[in-house]
């Protein structure tokens, strides 16, 4: 047992050493573009840093799923997120934020609308002078009602989202 506390004593002391490295590298000439085109999966997105320590962000994602069940079904996403830049370094710029979004979905039968919450932590990952991608994860809560029927449903999801960054100034 001892042995296991003393390897993830020895695990979170290597990963701290990896932050604290990646966040203080070159902090003092990093560069600050201020507006993105921001392209997440499978969306479209302007991207806007407000101050070296904040950015704001309008979303637009949609997908299309053929279900054998329910067949093709299309989801729209219509998001604004805020995050806050941690420690912002030369190449990786670690993040916190909170995201709201209007969300439907709809088939030949049925359409659903409502909204989507969450907060995330993530990094963004410069790559070149004005291009960068990123991730980040987080819990989210999703709550959408049936049109016609108005049966409802609320849950909890644990949302990750990929997305390049192409800077414009």
Not at 71 to 84: E, N
């Amino acid at each position: 047992m001892l042995y296991i506390i003393n390897s993830m004593h020895a695990t979170l002391y290597r990963i701290a050493i990896l932050t604290f490295f990646l966040c203080y590298v070159g902090k003092a000439t990093a560069a600050i573009p201020n507006l993105a085109i921001t392209i997440p999966y499978t969306g479209i997105g302007i991207h806007y840093n407000i101050s070296p320590a904040w950015a704001l962000e309008a979303r637009y994602l949609t997908d299309k799923y053929d279900s054998d069940r329910f067949g093709d079904i299309t989801s729209d996403v219509i998001g604004l997120r805020a995050q806050r830049y941690l420690l912002a370094a030369r190449k990786v710029w670690p993040f916190i934020g909170a995201e709201t979004a209007y969300v439907t979905s709809k088939n030949a039968t049925y359409k659903t609308s409502g909204f989507a919450s969450g907060a995330f932590v993530g990094a963004e990952f410069f790559t070149l002078r004005r291009a960068s991608f990123g991730l980040d994860v987080g819990p989210y809560v999703v709550s959408l009602e049936e049109d016609r029927t108005k049966v409802s449903s609320t849950g909890l999801e644990f949302v990750i989202n990929a997305f390049i960054n192409l800077y414009v100034f």
